[in-house]
């Protein structure tokens, strides 16, 4: 098999790798600041999981490479600006938007969208990082940078966020999972819920919307869709070009992970629909220290990133997946204690998406 370099060392190349192991596929992550000499991506299938790398001698190299997949795509998705126009282009839902130039739109933006704003960077934002909610008259608290750099949303008043993750082949072929539902705290995902039996309105529209993205953009392996629920329609929060935080259950919780389909898909592997037959948790991991006790229970399986604990910094996660919703209840019940107060209403939400 053909090995495979990924552009970046973070938890996802982790994760890739880990895929690739049983697959005879040897997986390098790289930092962005490898030396081009040390690494053998001349033999290899390049791909990434980070959506925007500053210039260096390496990423300059692979800029160029025709073995990088995908490779004009990131800096298109990776600006909310060409990313949002792509789905306006498309006739795709997504939440209203325009773009943030100057001060003086404010009145037309609160007039046009409504009194619940949130200004969002145009690149280089993850972890709700880049964002700042606006009510009318908080306009000036805004720093004065930040125009030309941003756009404005509407706030949209959704029910839930669900996000599809699927893959695309060379030939054209897409493959989804069951739509994925996520809570986000502070603008950071806590925790997912995926469940065997979709929602065959809202999964059968999702696919629609994710294929003719894929399609367009021609576009090879796993990518993203975050959602908003609204009523009984989905619209498009924002697109990630990667394996993606809320497909992370499906390491455990389906026949072909996320990370391996990705693998399968950029190797021009078979890509048989993933089979997922048992309702999954995944609990991520924010700003904590390992706690081997999470390991007393018989469900968890634990994924640990071995990266410097940092608040708000994602540090690993838990995956829990059973056959029978009431074993992952209790599951989470057990847990509970083991983690800090701020999971209480997560877990509180993952007991009512397995009622
Ligand atoms: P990620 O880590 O997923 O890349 P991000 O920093 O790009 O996050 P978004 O996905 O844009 O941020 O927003 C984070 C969360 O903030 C969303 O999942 C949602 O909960 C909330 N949010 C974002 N945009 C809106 C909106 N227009 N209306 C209401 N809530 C929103
Ligand atoms: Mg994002
Ligand atoms: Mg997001």
Not at 3 to 23: D, I, K
Not at 31 to 53: C, L, M
Not at 156 to 180: K, M
Request: glycine content about 6%.
């Amino acid at each position: 098999m053909k090995p495979v370099c990924v552009l970046g060392n973070g938890q996802l190349g982790r994760m890739l790798r880990q895929a690739g192991e049983p697959l005879g596929i040897t997986v390098y992550p790289i930092g962005i600041d490898a030396e081009p000499e040390a690494v053998p991506y001349q033999k290899s299938i390049i791909t990434a999981e980070i959506e925007r790398w500053p210039e260096t001698p390496l990423t300059k190299e692979l800029a160029q490479n025709t073995n990088f997949v995908n490779r004009e795509i990131f800096s298109l998705l990776a600006d909310r600006l060409p990313q949002k126009q792509l789905l306006d282009d498309l006739q795709i839902a997504t939440a209203p938007w325009q773009p943030l130039t100057s001060p003086d739109e404010w009145p037309a933006i609160f007039a046009r969208l409504g009194d619940f704003i949130i200004v969002k960077r145009r690149i280089g934002g993850y972890d709700g990082r880049g964002q700042w909610r606006i009510k009318p008259s908080e306009e000036h608290q805004l720093p004065d940078e930040i125009y030309g750099e941003c756009i404005v949303e509407q706030g949209i008043p959704f029910s839930g966020e669900v996000s599809l993750i699927g893959a695309r082949n060379s030939q054209g072929d897409c493959v989804f999972y069951p739509l994925t539902h996520n809570l986000h705290q502070d603008g950071i995902l806590r925790m997912s819920v995926a469940l065997p039996e979709t929602m065959p309105t809202l999964q059968q529209s999702a696919e629609k919307m994710l294929s003719a993205i894929l399609n367009k953009l021609n576009y090879v392996g796993v990518m993203a869709m975050e959602c908003f629920i609204v009523g009984n329609k989905l619209l498009i929060n924002e697109l990630a070009p990667r394996v993606h935080n809320s497909g992370h259950w499906t390491q455990n919780g389906a026949s072909i992970s996320q990370f391996e389909l990705h693998l399968r898909a950029i190797s021009g592997l078979p890509m048989p629909t993933p089979d997922v037959c048992q309702p999954s948790v995944m609990v991520n991991l924010i700003g904590s220290d390992i706690e081997p006790q999470w390991l007393s229970l018989p469900l968890v399986h634990l994924h640990w990133y071995e990266k410097e604990v940092r608040p708000a910094r994602k540090v690993g996660h838990l995956n829990l997946v059973h056959s029978d919703k009431t074993s992952l209840q209790r599951t989470l019940t057990s847990l509970s204690p083991l983690l800090d107060e701020s999971y209480q209403a997560p877990i509180n939400w993952a007991l009512e998406k397995l009622s």
